[in-house]
C-alpha cells in the first residue's frame, strides 16, 4: 500500500500551484473544474511517490488552526529536496522571496535536517534532506 495523494483546500489555487512548481519543481497536470460546483483542483506530481491536489471551491470556510500552534491532524508536509546544502539554500531563497521561515534549519531530534516554512497558504512545509 502507499499514499496516493494529500489534498489542500486553497483560497488561491494558482498562487499555490505556482509555489510548489517553482520552488520544489513539482509538475502540474491539467486544471480540473466542474462547472456545476464551480470546483477546480491541480494533481502536482514530485517525481515519484506521493502527489499533492491543489482543490478551491466557494464556501469552503477558512481552517482554525494557528500557524504558531500545533493541532490534532495533519499538521505539515514534508518535501525531500536531496541534502542539507539545498536544505540551507532553498531556505535562505524562500526568506529573501518573502515566505515565513517558523523553522530554522537544524537536526532534530529524531535525525532530519530539516527547516520549515510556510507555503502562501500558512501551511507547514518541512524542508528536508
Same mark, same amino acid.
Given at each position: ?49 506521493? +502527489? ?6 466557494? %464556501?469552503? !470556510?477558512?481552517?482554525?488552526? &494557528?500557524?504558531?500552534?500545533? #493541532? ?22 524562500? +526568506? ?6 517558523? %523553522?530554522? !534549519?537544524?537536526?532534530?531530534? &529524531?535525525?532530519?535536517?530539516? #527547516? ?14
Amino acid at each position: 500500500m502507499k499514499i496516493e495523494h494529500i489534498a489542500i483546500w486553497c483560497k488561491d489555487i494558482e498562487r499555490l500551484k505556482h509555489f510548489y512548481t517553482h520552488y520544489f519543481q513539482a509538475a502540474a497536470g491539467d486544471k480540473y473544474f466542474n462547472p456545476k460546483k464551480n470546483f477546480q483542483s491541480y494533481f502536482l506530481s514530485f517525481g515519484n511517490g506521493c +502527489r499533492l491536489e491543489l482543490m478551491q471551491m466557494p %464556501g469552503v !470556510p477558512d481552517n482554525k488552526n &494557528d500557524i504558531h500552534a500545533q #493541532s490534532i491532524g495533519i499538521i505539515h508536509l514534508a518535501i525531500s529536496v536531496g541534502n542539507k546544502v539545498l536544505v540551507d539554500t532553498l531556505t535562505e531563497q524562500l +526568506r529573501k522571496d518573502g515566505y515565513a521561515i517558523v %523553522g530554522e !534549519p537544524r537536526t532534530t531530534g &529524531d535525525g532530519y535536517y530539516e #527547516s520549515v516554512v510556510l507555503d502562501p497558504e500558512g501551511n507547514r512545509i518541512e524542508v528536508t534532506v
